[in-house]
Every structure is written in C-alpha cells, then in structure tokens.
C-alpha cells in the first residue's frame, strides 16, 4: 500500500493563485478524474473587502456534452453540496447506456444546442421512456422517475413525495450531504431498473 501525504499551508487566495499548489495537485494520482472545487474570492483593492464569488468547478463534469459544461459548472458555483451532486454524476453515468441530455426549448429550431441551464436529463440509451433521473445542479435537487412507495421510504429516509407535476416523477431528494448522497444513488438505481 502506497500512502502520500501532503499539506499545503496558506489562505485560500494564496493557494488558489499558487502554480506550485496546482501542478503539485495535478500530479497526484486520480487528479482530473473528477472536478474539484476551489473558492473564487474577490477582493475588491480600494476597500480590502472580500466578496464571495461562489465556487469554480475544475475538470468535467461526468457525462455532460462539452456544449453543457459552462452552464453547469457555473450552477454548481453556488451548491454548497458540488462536490456530493459531482459524485452522484461519476457514479450514475458509469452505469451501462446512461446518457446525460440537456433540453429543448419550446423555441429550439433544428441545429441549437440543448439548454443545459435547467435541469439534465439522465437517461437510459434505448429505453422507450423519458429520463430515469432529472437532475438539478444549482439545488442538487435530483427527481426520480418513481412513486413514493414503503420500499422508497425505507431506503431513502430525506426523500420527499411531489404531488404535483407528471404523475410519474413523484419522488425527490435534495442531496446535501454523504447520507443524502448514498439514498440518491439507491432511488437512482431503482429508477434505472424501472427503466
């Protein structure tokens, strides 16, 4: 077993602007194979005062098309959850034929791309139905194509019934944390299933 460990010391603007800090990170193994999240803060040099500008998401993000990757990165800014919606991503969009779409507009006319500022659609390749999963990276609000049922409470405690909208999209879970995470990717699994 191989161990490395490696601290950096200093104020996040001084690690943020430090090219050592960031080759150093680039060079470890698993580097890129996720993005990382790193605090976008602004002083302003007349005041010395700081403003927060959210967050910058480095790498991709899993399975969205290259024309998608601002407009999420740029609703992930704020998510104070990024880094568990980002995990929810790699993990759903390694399974078999899942495809993450954005959508088209009432006025998208044929050569446009898709509108990722929405939500992203994760869909089954070859499945007859819409998407499995809708997911909302500004909230980490993901729905499932699901009924509330026992087996959806029992599995996903902090997962909430909708009683409005398409009557098959019934369930939703706001990821904000590890557990929540955990109980998305296993109503996930049973929407993909279902699927």
């Known amino acids: 077993m191989k161990l490395t460990y490696v601290c950096f010391e200093g ?12 080759e150093l990170v680039r060079q470890q193994p698993g580097a890129g194979e996720a993005a990382r999240r790193t605090p976008r803060v602004v002083v302003d040099p007349e005041s010395d005062e ?16 290259e024309e998608g990757q601002d407009a999420v990165k740029a609703q992930l800014a704020f998510n104070p959850a990024a880094q568990q919606f980002l995990d929810f991503m790699t993990e759903v969009t390694s399974w078999e034929s899942v495809g993450v779409h954005g959508i088209r507009r009432k006025t998208w006319q044929e050569g446009d791309p898709l509108d990722y500022t929405g939500y992203l659609r994760l ?10 999963v809708y997911a909302f990276a500004s909230t980490g609000v993901i729905n499932f194509r699901l009924q509330h049922t026992d087996e959806v409470a029992r599995l996903a405690p902090d997962a909430y019934p909708l009683t409005k ?12 944390d590890e557990k929540t995470l955990k109980q998305a990717l296993s109503l996930a699994g049973l929407a993909y299933d279902a699927t």
Do not use: C, H
Not at 123 to 132: E, L, N
């Open 165 to 176: 909208g398409n009557y098959q999209y019934r369930v939703n879970i706001q990821i904000r």
């Open 50 to 65: 700081e403003f927060d500008f959210g967050w910058i998401v480095e790498g991709d993000v899993p399975g969205v098309a």
């Open 123 to 132: 869909r089954r390749k070859g499945s007859q139905y819409g998407g499995f």
């Open 11 to 22: 104020t996040p603007q001084e690690l943020d602007a430090s090219e050592v800090v960031r």
